[in-house]
């Protein structure tokens, strides 16, 4: 029986095709997390004096592009061959990666050189995710898409738990430009999955049935919507003011523990531990649940709170844990939801309004929460960005009720857990 558990959570790596993407993927991942560990850490420490709001600078040029480029990033992930645009956005960002580890290498590079890196970075990254994420779709179909994206996330996030904390000891070692020429050349086992995979097993798309109208058709869609719609709502409050992990991390790292590079990557990667646990949890249900979506709100709330409070190093490391397997449940769950409930043809972009809403918000949140960790420390900022899980968890509820599912839902809970409130009075 467990065994058949287990098999269940990983059943889209029977497609050989997702097999391939999963391991370029990974090893992508694992270079990705060790360029942010490195990005973060030389700005914080190297090229200003703890400048917490510099970070969250960095951070909004690198996603603002997300929601500033959406006309024509859904677009493109619509209308053009994915696996294509897909080897072109791997290598530019490959490219960069490069160029940024030689500046720093040869000790000429300045904070704005990281600004202008970071702000193409978001630009190619702005065309490269709604491709990715629409590009599993015809991979797998939609009867393994749930699972697929579930696993995706578990990828992304186990290179989380070994990227930063390979940047710790490589910063210490050989210094961060290196790091940032390795992860160059982890964008080249992505690019050689997608020449491996075999066009002809893919989920064929019928162009002749794209919706037409751009952009402004796929907020239309949206705004038929109200499913989606609150999910994008929740995922803007959380993804915004919630969501920025790098600044908590390294500003209670350096100000509130005083610690160096090694013990911020382990940080990172405890709470990459939580981030794959959530994403595995995410993975065994056969189909996105509301219920799941206003669980992991809440207990992203709760959690953060919890770590704003942490006395000690250990103690801060644990509610991270926590506060990844909240975040990845909540946003894995919303990202298959979206990707499951929008028809095929407005799926690039649907997911492109989906990723400008969850990336996008970033140039708004960031800088705030970098300006709260250094007027009021890092922990007020936390606890202050925790209350995003509550109001997400505050959105979704108002959705249920305003669409008389909340009547349904409660129903399901009492019979889950056999509450003896008779059902004829569940709307007393």
Not at 305 to 319: E, I
Request: net charge positive.
């Amino acid at each position: 029986m467990r065994s058949k558990s287990f098999l269940s959570t990983f059943r889209s790596l029977s497609n050989r095709n997702f097999k391939i993407w999963s391991i370029g993927a990974l090893v992508s991942n694992v270079g990705t997390w060790m360029q942010r560990t490195a990005q973060d850490w030389i700005v914080l420490t190297a090229l200003t004096q703890e400048n917490a709001t510099a970070v969250g600078i960095v951070m909004g040029l690198q996603f603002g592009p997300q929601l500033l480029m959406l006309p024509v990033t859904g677009f493109a992930a619509d209308y053009f061959d994915r696996r294509k645009l897909l080897i072109a956005t791997q290598a530019s960002m490959g490219l960069l990666a490069l160029g940024l580890g030689v500046l720093c290498i040869t000790g000429t590079v300045q904070l704005w050189h990281v600004y202008l890196f970071a702000l193409c970075l978001g630009c190619v990254a702005a065309f490269d995710a709604p491709a990715r994420q629409a590009f599993v779709s015809e991979i797998v179909g939609d009867d393994l898409l749930s699972n697929a994206v579930a696993l995706n996330s578990t990828s992304f996030h186990a290179a989380r738990m070994i990227g930063p904390a390979m940047a710790g000891l490589l910063i210490s070692g050989i210094g961060a430009g290196w790091v940032f020429i390795l992860n160059a050349f982890t964008y080249l086992a992505v690019i050689l999955s997608l020449l491996k995979i075999n066009p002809i097993e893919l989920i064929q798309r019928d162009f002749s049935k794209r919706a037409a109208g751009g952009l402004t058709e796929g907020f239309s869609y949206i705004r038929k919507r109200p499913d989606i719609f609150c999910v994008l709502v929740m995922f803007f409050l959380i993804g915004t003011f919630g969501i920025n992990f790098p600044i908590f991390i390294s500003t209670m790292s350096v100000t509130a523990f005083h610690l160096g590079a090694g013990q911020y990557g382990v940080l990172s990667s405890m709470m990459a531990i939580g981030s794959v646990a959530g994403a595995l949890i995410s993975a065994r249900q056969d189909r996105p649940r509301f219920t799941l979506l206003i669980g992991g709100a809440a207990a992203f709330g709760l959690t953060l709170l919890a770590s704003a409070l942490a006395p000690s190093y250990w103690v801060f490391g644990a509610t991270l844990v926590a506060v990844g397997i909240s975040a990845q449940m909540f946003t894995t769950t919303a990202n298959s939801s979206v990707q499951m409930w929008t028809e095929p043809t407005r799926r690039g972009r649907v997911m492109a309004i989906f990723m400008a809403v969850a990336l996008g918000g970033t140039p708004l949140g960031a800088p705030v929460a970098g300006w709260m960790a250094d007027v009021f420390g890092p922990r007020v900022a936390i606890a202050v960005c925790a209350m995003s899980g509550f109001m997400g968890m505050a959105v979704a509820l108002m959705y249920l009720r305003k669409h008389r599912e909340l009547r349904v839902w409660r129903e399901g809970l009492r019979v889950r857990y056999s509450i003896s409130t008779p059902v004829a009075h569940a709307s007393n």
